[in-house]
């Protein structure tokens, strides 16, 4: 597990503690995310903490080779991630007004650890998009269908909705139109 003391870095002489090393995945990330990612090639994680009273700010770079599911057709895909994320660690209570109110999470040390591994998945897992396509499914708008059934895209569905022909109105216009045939019937 990648973690670092609290202390260390509150106590240091050094105004940056940097940090730059490859990151192993935990079995407990693949049961978090089996649906989410099926395998994780490479993670590396760069950054520096910093002690900024009362907290130790750690601002992070995360590059990561995932295979992921496609989220049409669930074939699979490789992604690559790049982001940064920034944390304060403290080893004192924060109350929860101040942790709901502040812009970086706040996020309590235990046993004087700052828990990088954890941040590290977590942040995986946030940074994964809601679509992700294989490169034939994005090149050639690729849907999937089955027996009776098949996807659309919004525009497509959009188009259906605008040439659809609204049922009472429909029976409305079948109603004039056999009035109008009566009346031609009658005049004859």
């Known amino acids: 597990m990648l973690s670092i003391n609290f202390s260390q870095i509150k ?4 105004v940056l503690t940097k ?3 490859e990151v192993q995945m935990r079995p407990e990330f693949f049961d978090r995310s089996k649906n989410l990612v099926d395998q994780v090639k490479k993670v590396q994680l760069t950054g520096s903490l910093f002690y ?3 907290y130790v700010t750690g601002d992070f770079h995360v590059k990561a080779s995932l ?4 989220s049409r057709s669930l074939e699979p895909v490789d992604y690559q991630q790049d982001f940064r994320f920034t944390e304060n660690y403290t080893d004192e209570e924060v109350p929860k ?3 709901d109110e502040s812009e970086i999470p706040i996020v309590k040390v235990e046993d004087d650890l700052i828990d990088l591994q954890t941040a590290v998945e977590d942040n995986i897992i946030l940074n994964i998009p809601i679509t992700i396509l294989t490169p034939e499914e994005e090149k050639e708008d690729i849907y999937p269908q089955g027996n009776g059934w098949s996807v ?3 525009s497509d569905y959009d188009q259906g ?3 659809q022909v609204n049922p009472a109105l429909a029976k409305l216009k079948s ?3 056999q009035d109008e045939h009566d009346k031609n019937n009658k005049q004859k």
């Not at 106590?11 to 050094?14: A, G, L, M, T």
């Not at 295979?67 to 496609?70: A, D, E, K």
Request: net charge negative.
């Open 152 to 154: 659309i895209s919004k």
């Open 19 to 21: 940090i730059d090393q």
């Open 67 to 70: 295979v992921v599911p496609s």
């Open 175 to 177: 109603l004039l139109e």
């Open 97 to 99: 007004e101040k942790i």
């Open 161 to 163: 909705k605008k040439n």
């Open 52 to 54: 900024n009273e009362p």
């Open 11 to 14: 106590n240091s002489n050094e």
